[in-house]
């Protein structure tokens, strides 16, 4: 199975300052139709996930536009240009493209 | 508004069996793949089954095939998770999930807890 590594696990951030999250694939998520199916979703505190990025970079509509994705092959960032408190959570990143699909560990964020 | 709203989570002993469905509104049911994750106690997210639209295309994780059967019944807009020989490592809460697109997923239930334990 395809192996993501999410780095750091914890993420201790400052309001109003940038935060990345790293995921690193054991294999390439690069389809034969060119495109690379690697999402992004955060998980609030009690609530379901909830997507913010899909296709490694296309945002998800209501989203805001502080979450950013990028990456290529096997290596992947999801950035917040500034932290709000709304953002606490776990982010986690997930391959669609070798089954069966797998999931990233979770990175938490708190303030 | 997209819901998705599993029921059927229980404790039941090892070897036996239960049934998840997860009832979906809010969207054309019949269009998309739909599948289970679950997430074990202290454990990250594992994806346990996939199906087509149709049925006609169905996957599972391997620690569970020949244990539990996805279906689903698109005139009730409802997805099925039959799960038999239940072992204790399939303990977790199962979310059922809603497909976004070529190798997305987009919405996902609250989840439903299945313990087993003797």
């Known amino acids: 199975d395809v192996v993501l590594t999410q780095s750091p696990l914890s993420l201790p951030v400052t309001l109003g300052q940038p935060a990345s999250i790293s995921c690193r694939s054991s294999?390439?998520?690069?389809?034969?139709?060119?495109?690379?199916?690697l999402n992004w979703f955060q998980q609030r505190p009690g609530q379901s996930p909830r997507r913010l990025i899909y296709e490694v970079s296309k945002r998800d509509s209501g989203v805001p536009d502080r979450f950013s994705g990028s990456g290529s092959g096997t290596d992947f960032t999801l950035k917040i240009s500034r932290v709000e408190a709304e953002d606490v959570g776990v982010y986690f990143c997930m391959q669609g493209i070798h089954w069966p699909w797998t999931f990233g560990q979770g990175s938490k964020v708190e303030i | 508004e997209v819901q998705l709203v599993e029921s059927g989570g229980d404790l039941v002993q090892p070897g036996g069996s239960l049934i998840l469905s997860c009832a979906a509104s809010g969207f054309t049911f019949s269009i998309y793949w739909m599948s289970w994750v679950r997430r074990a106690p202290g454990r990250g997210l594992e994806w346990v089954a996939i199906t087509s639209q149709d049925e006609s295309e169905k996957h599972y994780v391997d620690s569970v095939k020949g244990r539990f059967i996805i279906s689903r019944d698109n005139a009730k807009s409802s997805l099925y998770l039959q799960m038999n020989t239940l072992r204790a490592e399939d303990t977790a809460v199962y979310y059922c999930v809603k497909a976004g697109g070529i190798g997305s997923v987009d919405y996902w239930g609250h989840g439903t807890l299945v313990t087993v334990s003797s």
């Open positions: 294999q390439s998520l690069v389809d034969n139709d060119g495109n690379t199916y």
